[in-house]
Structure formats: structure tokens, C-alpha cells
């Protein structure tokens, strides 16, 4: 299949295994990158089980809305310069549209039905994104974290080459050759270690891959091949942080020591949803999310990675309403919009929960597998 991508080779291979973060194969594990650093005590092997494939499949409760999510159409609000000031429009899971002056940047786009390398089987969306691809606007870079199916779609990125030919594609080591086999012309790959930086062209913007703490693959003998990174997004007047997916990790206290010391930054985009107790080493959730972001030095905090997919046991709006519970004791300053919702960080005053006119009601397990419907999430 060709969604599962490609194995990196040639130059790109030598490059990859020149980072620090690369180990050679043993005859107990295969050569790949892997975390640095010391999992925290609890993170990892902590009292709480792993689940079960039927546990994944089959368990959990009001995994699914079982309303309509109020999604927003965001072209009346782009149509609007957002001049200098930053603005940034969630448009479900881990895709954000940030406008950074007059530079505007697309994080780990996923429009895909399912985030799967199959349209008849994996987890399916829960809302139409909020726009289509040929409606978004000129881009300037589009960021790919790490190689999930969640955050890197076939189907969407060479859509996105298609529509937006002077766009780049920004990413982590040895996702390049995922891109390529998906027909993105190699001129236009980014590939960044951690700690490596590129100024995106014609703009001011400088984008940073950081280190995260995560795991990468498409497919059952690829774990690890590629590397999966975070992002500093600045541009000398404003800075973002984008978490990709991380579990909680002290690099991000070397992240904030580079980034200003004790200056927050303007605005905080950390994974939330999709977790499980057992899984700390690899994803947030939302209470070491706050811990992350107090790490970073603090600033907005914009929840991402939540109410799109099911990808774990909890109820589809447990992160929001965990957050709304344990924000306000530590201060933090929540940026929760609807999707599709632009809003300026400098500007927010509070958190409306939307979530909850959403009809919840007995909302089962997710649909996993299921013939292909009328495709109402177009790509176009």
C-alpha cells in the first residue's frame, strides 16, 4: 500500500544515522532513533495496565459525540488580515492554521475520513474539517511532526503539493521519504533534527525542531525509522510551541532555557487527548500537559490532539473537561475554540465550553471497521 510510504536510503540514510539521537541495531532491537533522556518513575511502568486490543477495539465509554460538534467556518475570519499580531485557527485534532504576521503555517494536516492507512477500517472522524483544501489560503510552510497516521495523511499532503505549489514541507529526519514516495518533489522536503533550525523562504519565520518523547511508523517493521520532533515557531516578535505528540519529558525544560528563560511563549499548542495512564511516556494527557507547559515557562495554551479521533479509552471530551477543572488552580490561561474558530491568543478572555451542548448521550465504542459511506469530508 502506498500510504504505508517509504524506507529512507542513499544520503538521507547517512544523515539519519549520523544524529545523535540514532542507535545502530543490536541483535536485540533493530537500528533506529530513539528517546533521550530518563523516563520519569511512573511514566512507564506505573500501576495502571496497558490496554487490551479488545480493551482498545471494544471498551471504554462515550468514546464518540453522538452530536453534531459546532464546527466553524473560518474564511470570514481570514478574510480579515490578521496583521501583525498572531492568530491561530484549530481545525480539529493536531491541525492548526497559525498566521505569524503575513506568514501563515499549517501543523500536521490530517483531512482524511480515517486516520488509517485504509479507508474501509481504522478510526474514523468524528466532524467534517472546517474547511476544504482548496478553500485555505496561501501557505508558507506546512510542519509534520512525526509519521502517525494522524499526523501525516497521503491523501492530504499531496493534495496540498497539488494546490499549494510553492509550499514546503517541514519535517523530521526520514519523514522526507515518506513524502517522496507520496509524490512531494524532494526540493521542497525539510528535514530537521532536533535542535536544527530553518528560516521559512520569502518570510521572517524560523522554525525549530525540538526533542519530544514519542515513537514513530506506518507499518509492522518500521518502528522508529523516523525521527518525530516538536516545534519552536518564532518570527522576532512572536514565538509558539508545538508540542506533535510527546509524553512528559524534562527536555522541556532545556526547550524553555533556550527560548527566553522565563518569557512565556506567546502561545502553547500540547497534545491532550488520546491517552491512557499507562501510556505517560509517550502522550500528555491533560494534567502532564499542565505540568509540560509549566516546564516551557507557561503561556496560552491552546489543547490540541483531542475531539477528532478516537484513539484511546477515554470519553471523547474527558481532556477538555479535566482541563477546565485543574487550569484555573494554576493559573494557566486556557485557549479552547470551537474548530475551525479563529481566535487571537492576546486576546482571549476565557473559556466557553462548547464541548458541552454537544448531545453525548450513550455513545458507544467507535466505529472501527465499516464499509466506505458517502464521503462527507472531502478533500476538495
Known amino acids: 500500500m502506498k500510504s504505508f510510504g517509504a524506507r529512507a536510503a542513499g544520503q538521507r540514510l547517512e544523515r539519519m544515522r549520523a544524529s545523535a ?20 518513575p511512573g511514566l512507564r511502568d506505573n500501576a495502571a495496565p496497558r490496554p487490551t486490543l479488545t480493551e482498545f477495539l471494544c471498551g471504554g465509554n462515550r468514546r464518540v459525540p453522538a452530536g453534531t460538534l459546532p464546527v466553524v467556518d473560518p474564511l470570514v475570519s481570514w478574510r480579515r488580515p490578521a496583521g501583525r499580531e498572531l492568530r491561530a485557527t484549530w481545525l480539529g485534532h493536531s491541525t492548526v492554521l497559525l498566521e505569524l504576521g503575513s506568514a501563515r503555517l499549517l501543523t500536521d494536516p490530517v483531512w ?13 472522524r468524528f466532524h467534517p474539517m472546517p474547511v476544504s483544501l482548496r478553500d485555505l489560503p496561501p501557505l508558507d510552510a506546512v510542519l509534520i511532526s512525526h509519521d502517525h497516521y494522524d499526523h501525516l495523511c497521503m491523501a492530504t499532503v499531496r493534495e496540498l503539493a497539488r494546490r499549494q505549489p510553492g509550499t514546503a514541507f517541514i519535517t523530521s529526519l526520514g519523514v522526507g521519504a515518506h513524502l517522496e514516495a507520496f509524490g512531494i518533489a524532494s526540493e521542497r522536503i525539510i528535514e530537521l533534527d532536533w535542535w536544527e533550525s530553518h528560516v521559512v523562504s520569502g518570510t521572517e519565520v524560523r522554525l525549530t525542531a525540538t526533542p519530544s518523547q514519542h515513537f514513530s511508523g506506518r507499518g509492522l ?3 522508529n525509522a523516523t525521527l ?8 522576532g516578535r512572536q514565538r509558539v510551541f508545538f508540542s506533535g505528540d510527546t ?18 511563549f506567546d502561545l502553547v499548542m500540547l497534545e491532550v487527548g488520546a491517552w491512557h495512564p499507562s501510556w505517560g511516556d509517550i502522550h500528555l494527557g491533560p ?20 475531539s477528532t479521533f ?11 473537561e479535566t482541563l477546565l477543572e485543574l487550569a484555573p488552580q494554576q493559573g494557566v ?10 481566535v487571537r491568543p492576546a486576546d482571549s478572555d476565557g473559556v466557553r465550553p462548547w464541548w458541552r451542548g454537544v448531545d453525548t448521550r450513550s455513545a458507544g465504542p467507535p466505529e472501527v471497521l465499516s464499509w466506505p459511506k458517502a464521503m462527507p469530508f472531502p478533500l476538495d
Open 247 to 264: 509524553g512528559l519529558t524534562d527536555q522541556y525544560t532545556e526547550i524553555r532555557r533556550r527560548w527566553g528563560g522565563g518569557t512565556p
Open 221 to 223: 517493521k518500521d518502528r
Open 112 to 124: 482524511g475520513v480515517r486516520a488509517s492507512p485504509s479507508r474501509l477500517a481504522g478510526p474514523r
Open 333 to 342: 490561561q486556557l485557549v479552547m475554540p470551537r474548530p475551525g474558530e479563529a
Open 228 to 235: 518525530w520532533s516538536g516545534f519552536v515557531i518564532e518570527d
Open 310 to 320: 478516537s484513539l484511546a479509552l477515554h470519553a471523547w471530551d474527558e481532556p477538555a
Open 21 to 40: 539521537q540514532w542507535v545502530e541495531g543490536t541483535p536485540a532491537s533493530a537500528a533506529g532513533f530513539r528517546n533521550r533522556g530518563p523516563i520519569r
Open 287 to 306: 494534567g502532564n500537559a499542565l505540568e509540560a507547559l509549566a516546564l516551557l515557562g507557561g503561556g496560552a495554551f491552546l489543547p490540541v490532539h483531542w
